[in-house]
């Protein structure tokens, strides 16, 4: 192989020093993951033992695997996948990331980095031409992302990084991770960072891998890169970023969850026309630069300066998690709120879920806290006290799941599916996504399926005049989506790529990069094989899927109540038939266990630990 190095960095952090070693992955394991969110999870699990261990003690590895064509000039391949035992779910945790760090992890002359252990005191892990070593991270513990990045950067010039925040210091269960500016940003796998005293981890490689067929590569992405660039999709992503979603779920479907889901449209907010269109588009007013991911010539991210503040956003899921779900709908203080959570490290759509849940628990009497929708002074104070955690801030710190069984109440006003919150996206005018939702391996979440693209644009890929409201045929869908959705994050690829870049039309490119001989089925079969091992994983981390696999009651109970979607429901009876339809479909038992022979039929069988396949079984009656 010359485009993958056939190995990883394994750095065993051990009280006041380091041990390392190379893990060495045979050609037939490249062929099956391909790289990123497939070497995540499956390098986790050769590194773990029998006994699970606990999100935030020492024998948690932390995974980092850049996706297999990312470095490779590719506009859009740019992302790399971290993964842990979740501090915020208690399943497997996973994240992607647009920064850079994965292609100077490839050009370290590694295909993933793995930390283990914990330290004495905070430090920074450093790997570079000079070789791997920590430092002590005096000066840096305790200060917030940017601070850290500026003090960093003055010694470290044009080196990667990873950085966490004072909220995965304090090891919240919503912490990110930040790298280079993007954030990974769910399931609190900064918390995990912090639990081993690495407050950043900075990487700068010195020597680019060989892709196969340099001539056939530069042509392929030549026609592929054109085709993305010039797609209508690109052109408004560019133009104004992610929160022109809010066209559809806002004014077309209604579905845009508000108040913590009580509402699903804007109408709440004081002149809400004005607000929408303020809120979809703030760019070209406010935008000072752009921050791309890595080697993206189609950037969609808007740097902007509002009131003095500068910030990368906000993005449609930060104008969801720190806008309309607290009951903000000014672009500016939505903006501030956003600035604050990025330097103290915080996940936006978990941190505003959190304070959407207090919020609406105070006014049902069950928590004694002063604030109320849209107070953005005391939500901003409330931000800061959860990273340091102080006072209520301690409490909500660990999200609202978590805060509502500490406190012993409040929990039927929790919207959440295995403990994590979940995206912009009302489930209820969506069929698809509440099944997507319900089976996602990291908890509700829209892009571990991308059924929500399929709804609301009508055709995706294969498929076409998809029905919002029906729950026919969803379970193949969603299937299929997680397929598809796990080959981008295998491979790299942005998923707003969804419009032009396929197995279809990636597998040339694949080939002529890494030299193996893949059919685009082989691609998507890849994506598969990611979704069976997350799922083993989870059921060894204690997932019961009978139980698990469902949505909060008040998407069953409480109808949608204004806007396009009014009336809209889940119901229970239909949800059920998608769930039976979907776990077939994956080869799973009735009750969601892989079946022994899907793992032999994708050749998992042979590659994963005992102990994992033990989870899965052979007889469709278990």
């Known amino acids: 192989m010359e485009w993958f190095w056939g190995k990883g960095l394994i750095v065993e952090l051990n009280g006041d020093g380091i041990r390392t070693r190379e893990l060495s992955l045979d050609r037939k394991i490249y062929m ?329 628990a105070s006014e049902e009497g069950l928590l004694d806290i002063d604030i109320s929708w849209g107070d953005t002074q005391r939500i901003a104070k409330l931000v800061e006290d959860m990273a340091h955690r102080r006072g209520i801030g301690d409490i909500l710190a660990d999200g609202s799941l978590k805060a509502s069984k500490k406190l012993g109440k409040g929990e039927e006003l929790v919207i959440h599916v295995k403990g994590l919150e979940p995206p912009a996206y009302d489930a209820r005018g969506l069929k698809g996504m509440a099944l997507g939702y319900a089976v996602s391996s990291r908890g509700a979440d829209h892009l571990t399926s991308g059924a929500y693209a399929f709804e609301i644009y009508g055709k995706l890929w294969k498929y076409e005049g998809v029905d919002r409201l029906t729950y026919e045929g969803k379970g193949l869908l969603v299937r299929d989506g997680e397929d598809l959705m796990a080959f981008y994050d295998n491979t790299g690829i942005c998923k707003f790529s969804r419009g032009t870049l396929y197995p279809e039309n990636i597998a040339p490119l694949w080939n002529a990069v890494t030299g193996f001989n893949s059919t685009p089925g082989d691609l998507l079969q890849a994506g598969e094989r990611a979704v069976n091992i997350e799922r083993l994983i989870n059921l060894y981390l204690g997932l019961n899927p009978q139980v698990d696999d469902t949505l909060p009651k008040r998407l069953f109970t409480e109808p949608i109540d204004d806007g396009p979607s009014k009336g809209e429901v889940i119901i229970r009876e239909e949800f059920t038939k998608s769930l039976i339809e979907y776990y077939t479909a994956r080869g799973w038992t009735r009750n969601g266990i892989p079946l022994q022979t899907t793992l032999v039929r994708l050749g998992l069988a042979d590659i994963l630990p005992n102990f994992l396949l033990d989870y899965s079984t052979k007889s469709i009656s278990s």
């Open 32 to 360: 099956l993951l391909n790289g990123g969110r497939g070497f995540a999870g499956y390098v986790w699990s050769l590194l773990v033992k029998e006994t699970p261990p606990e999100p935030l003690s020492p024998e948690n590895p932390l995974v980092v695997a850049p996706g297999g064509l990312v470095g490779s000039g590719l506009s859009t391949a740019s992302k790399t996948t971290f993964v842990a035992r979740s501090p915020q779910t208690g399943l497997l945790g996973r994240s992607v990331t647009g920064g850079r760090v994965g292609w100077e992890i490839r050009r370290a002359g590694y295909d993933f980095l793995a930390i283990t252990g914990e330290l004495n005191e905070p430090s920074i892990l450093i790997i570079d031409k000079e070789g791997v070593r920590i430092e002590n991270a005096r000066g840096l513990w305790g200060s917030t992302i940017s601070e850290a990045r500026r003090k960093l950067a003055s010694r470290f010039k044009s080196y990667s990084d990873i950085i966490i925040g004072p909220a995965g210091e304090n090891r919240s269960a919503i912490a990110s991770i930040d790298t280079n500016g993007r954030q990974a940003g769910r399931t609190g796998l900064g918390a995990v960072m912090g639990s081993k005293k690495l407050k950043a981890v900075l990487v700068k490689g010195w020597m680019d891998p060989i892709v196969n067929d340099r001539g056939e590569v530069l042509r392929l992405i030549r026609e592929l890169n054109k085709a993305t660039h010039n797609a209508r999709a690109s052109k408004n992503l560019v133009e104004y970023g992610t929160p022109l979603m809010l066209e559809y779920t806002n004014k077309v479907y209604g579905i845009i969850p508000s108040l913590n889901w009580k509402k699903s449209t804007l109408s709440w907010c004081e002149n809400h026309e004005q607000r929408h269109e303020e809120l979809t588009r703030f760019a070209p007013k406010y935008r000072i630069g752009k921050n791309p991911c890595i080697g993206c010539g189609r950037p969609c991210s808007q740097v902007i300066r509002i009131n003095g503040v500068e910030v990368d956003g906000p993005e449609y899921e930060t104008i969801f998690g720190l806008g309309t779900s607290i009951g903000v709908c000014n672009i500016r203080d939505v903006a501030l709120l956003n600035k604050l959570a990025d330097d103290y490290g915080f996940d936006t759509i978990s941190l505003g879920a959190t304070i959407a849940w207090a919020i609406h």
